[in-house]
């Protein structure tokens, strides 16, 4: 699974983004999707998440009620739109892909697919 992130850049506070991510390749194979994000000097945070079958959606604390993550099957991409930015919401946004599939014998296979990182940064 390949991964295609777009959007970012700079904002004011109390403004928004929109963060997409189209996925290419085995797409077949893709359990859920979200978003991650990380700071200079902090570890890598999930931000938002979407089942690719139930369409559930989870958020981190952090974000709820100002992020909303949403899929397009048609297009296989996922889009993060991001209102009400906050300084603290500066970060590095990582796109993944998690994917399950059987293969042959029956046993099961997980993998992790990141896309590249794209820059979000909110001025106060």
């Known amino acids: 699974v390949q991964l295609q992130a777009s959007g970012g850049g700079l904002v004011q506070a109390g403004g928004s983004l929109r963060l997409s991510c189209a996925a290419s390749?085995?797409?077949?194979?893709?359990?859920?999707m979200g978003w991650f994000r990380q700071a200079p000097g902090k570890e890598r945070d999930l931000v938002a998440r979407?089942?690719?079958?139930?369409?559930?959606?989870s958020y981190a604390d952090s974000v709820k009620g100002r992020f909303t993550i949403s899929r397009d099957d048609a297009k296989n991409t996922v889009h993060l739109q991001m209102n009400s930015l906050k300084p603290e919401d500066t970060a590095v946004y990582y796109c993944?892909?998690?994917?399950?599939?059987?293969?042959?014998?029956?046993?099961?296979?997980?993998?992790?697919?990141w896309g590249q990182g794209t820059q979000v940064t909110v001025s106060s």
């Open positions: 993944n892909a998690d994917t399950l599939y059987p293969d042959y014998s029956g046993t099961w296979h997980a993998q992790k697919y």
């Open positions: 979407v089942m690719w079958s139930s369409g559930r959606t």
């Open positions: 390749g085995r797409t077949f194979s893709i359990h859920r």
